[in-house]
C-alpha cells in the first residue's frame, strides 16, 4: 500500500508541481487548496504524513495545525514563503514536525518527506519492539509507550510525535545526561549540523504542556552549555 500524504497548499501550480513530483517518488497524494477543506479530507481517512503550507484561506495553517494536533501525531511538514526565525518556531511550536522554505528543490523536500516518514515508522516498530516497561511512571506523569500516551494526575496531555520522543527517550534513560547533538540524532534520525531552533522550541512546548511551573521546570532539567537529563524526585 502507497504511503498517503495531504498536500495542504492554495497555489494550485505549486500544489500540480509538488503533487506530480511525489506521485512519481511513488507516493498517493491527496490534495487540499483551503484549510476547511483539508479538514473534512483529515477526518475522511487516515494518512501518513501532511505537507502544509501556513497562509491558506478559509482556515490558515497555525488553526489547522492546532486542530489536527488535538488528538493526533501524524507528521506535518510546514512549507513556508516566510523565512524568518519567529514563524518556523511558532510553526513548530504549535506541532509541526520540520519545515522546508519557499521556494525549495523538489530534491530536498522529497528527501525531507522521506525522513520524516521513517521517523515515524522507525520510531513506531521501536516501541512496539522495546523490552522496557510499556508503561512508564515518572513522577505524577505516566507513559504509554503502546498507545503514544501521556497524563499527569489522570488527566490527558496531549503531545506531538517529537514531543513524545523527547520525553520517552529521557524517561527510559532516567540518568542520562543527553546533550543536543545525541538529542537530535536520536529523535529526527539525522545529523546534527548545530541548529539548536528545532530542540529548543519542542523542549519548551514540552514543557510548556507537562511541567506545573515551565520557568521552574522538575521534569526536564537543563545543564547550561551542555544539554537535558530527566529530573530526580
Not at 37 to 66: H, N, S, V, Y
Not at 193 to 219: A, Q, T, W
Request: aromatic share 10%.
Amino acid at each position: 500500500m502507497k504511503t498517503q500524504i495531504l498536500l495542504v497548499e492554495d497555489d494550485r501550480s505549486i500544489s500540480e508541481m509538488v503533487a506530480n513530483h511525489l506521485s512519481k517518488e511513488g507516493f498517493e497524494i491527496v490534495c487540499a487548496y483551503d484549510g476547511e477543506q483539508a479538514i473534512r479530507l483529515f477526518g475522511r481517512q487516515p494518512f501518513d504524513l501532511i505537507l502544509l503550507d501556513l497562509m491558506l484561506p478559509k482556515l490558515d495553517g497555525m488553526e489547522f495545525l492546532k486542530l489536527t494536533r488535538a488528538d493526533n501525531v501524524i507528521p506535518i511538514l510546514i512549507m513556508s514563503a516566510k523565512d524568518g526565525d519567529v514563524d518556523k518556531a511558532l510553526g513548530l511550536g504549535f506541532g509541526a514536525d520540520d519545515y522546508i522554505v519557499k521556494p525549495f528543490s523538489l530534491i530536498e523536500l522529497t528527501a525531507r518527506v522521506k525522513a520524516a516518514i521513517r521517523r515515524a515508522t522507525q520510531y513506531s516498530a521501536a516501541a512496539r519492539e522495546q523490552v522496557a516497561p510499556r508503561v512508564l511512571q515518572v513522577h505524577e506523569l505516566t507513559i504509554d509507550a503502546d498507545n503514544f500516551a501521556v497524563s499527569k494526575n489522570g488527566r490527558d496531555i496531549k503531545l506531538t510525535a517529537k514531543e513524545f520522543q523527547i520525553l520517552f527517550l529521557l524517561a527510559t534513560h532516567p540518568k542520562k545526561l543527553f546533550t543536543k547533538e545525541q538529542i537530535y540524532r536520536s529523535v529526527w534520525n539525522e545529523e546534527y549540523y548545530g541548529d539548536e531552533n528545532s530542540i529548543n522550541v519542542h523542549m519548551s512546548r514540552l514543557r510548556d504542556k507537562i511541567e506545573d511551573r515551565p520557568s521552574e521546570p522538575k521534569y526536564i532539567k537543563t545543564l547550561w552549555g551542555i544539554g537535558y537529563k530527566l529530573g530526580e524526585f
